[in-house]
């Protein structure tokens, strides 16, 4: 190999060893940046599943309670007379 040729191979090896050294951090931030985001997107749609979970159980329990209180009767029920008439 000549002088010439180790000198261009050496300036491409320097030239991708900084490209490295300069790219890495972006790289891995937005790398980082999207596992945060999946990670946030979980946390988020689990806790609105608990909570709309909670707020179905909720409606259910009041709303049985409601259905009870209103049908229940403290009095006995009366009878009533009927009278049969011909009708014409």
Do not use: Q, W, Y
């Not at 689990?46 to 009870?68: C, E, Q, S, T």
């Amino acid at each position: 190999m000549s002088a010439k040729r180790k000198e261009n191979a050496a300036i491409v090896g320097v030239g991708v060893a900084a490209c490295a050294v300069c790219c890495a951090g972006p790289i891995l931030g937005v790398l980082a940046a999207i596992g945060l985001g999946t990670a946030a997107g979980f946390a988020l749609f689990g806790a609105l599943a608990i909570v709309i979970g909670a707020v179905l159980i909720a409606f259910v329990v009041v709303r049985r309670r409601r259905r009870v209180t209103a049908c229940a009767t403290t009095e006995l029920p009366e009878s009533v007379s009927v009278e049969l008439s011909e009708m014409r």
